[in-house]
């Protein structure tokens, strides 16, 4: 059974810490992203990667980055949380561009609360 | 720039009901469209899919139908159960581009 993993489902951080959220696929794709997720908002594309230390900013990258040192894992970083960073961070990956759909595959999401 | 524009929620229906959540979309090529589904607790998932005008994707009785005339891709099914309960999210991808575009999301409630 294919899979997203993301390293923890409920995170609780105080403003100002660094945050790492981990994020895992074991279906050999060459794409990963990160979203996160806020009601009435839907999602927002905070960063891509489309190979080993390549990587995109989405439509939100402010106060993250990324990295993403072998295919398999990708990471996000958020150097000085604040609570507007407070929300829910879904991992998803997918083939590369050329295959006859690109469906993403989600992680089951972490819930980040920044108090 | 792409966009996708469907159907603020919550939707409450009760079970066996009919229903239909609207979505359109603006593209400047020719775009595949996605419904992906979120279950309380999860993430996204896959539900069905149409690459091309007239195509039609069907899973678990719901339908939706590629409308290139109508820029449209509703998601019906014509009667739901309480397990069908979740948050809809209908999108867009243009051919070659690795990034999809979600609309903002549907919540559905199935009364028992």
């Known amino acids: 059974d294919v899979k997203v993993t993301q390293s923890s489902r409920y995170l609780v951080k105080r403003t100002g810490e660094k945050v790492f959220l981990e994020c895992v696929q074991d279906?050999?794709?060459?794409?990963m992203f990160w979203y996160r997720q806020d009601p009435g908002l839907g999602l927002r594309l905070i960063y891509f990667?489309?190979?080993?230390?390549?990587?995109e900013k989405g439509d939100i990258p402010e106060g993250y980055s990324v990295s993403r040192e072998k295919k398999e894992r990708f990471s996000l970083i958020l150097e000085s949380a604040s609570t507007n960073q407070t929300s829910m961070y879904l991992c998803?990956?997918?083939?590369?561009?050329?295959?006859?759909?690109?469906?993403?595959?989600f992680g089951p999401g972490t819930r980040l609360t920044v108090l | 720039g792409d966009s996708v524009t469907q159907m603020e929620g919550p939707v409450t229906l009760s079970e066996e009901a009919c229903l239909t959540i609207?979505?359109?979309?603006?593209?400047?090529?020719?775009?595949?469209l996605f419904w992906y589904v979120q279950y309380p607790g999860e993430g996204l998932q896959l539900l069905l899919k149409?690459?091309?005008?007239?195509d039609k994707g069907s899973n678990k009785g719901f339908e939706a139908t590629y409308r290139k005339e109508t820029t449209s891709f509703h998601l019906e099914k014509g009667s739901v159960q309480v397990s069908d309960s979740a948050v809809y999210f209908c999108?867009?991808?243009?051919?070659?581009?690795?990034?999809?575009?979600f609309g903002k999301g549907t919540r559905l409630h199935i009364l028992p």
């Open positions: 149409a690459t091309k005008a007239d």
């Open positions: 999108a867009l991808s243009d051919l070659g581009d690795d990034k999809i575009i």
């Open positions: 998803a990956s997918s083939l590369a561009s050329g295959s006859s759909y690109n469906e993403q595959f």
């Open positions: 990667s489309y190979d080993v230390k390549m990587k």
């Open positions: 279906m050999d794709h060459e794409n």
């Open positions: 609207n979505c359109t979309y603006t593209a400047t090529g020719y775009p595949s």
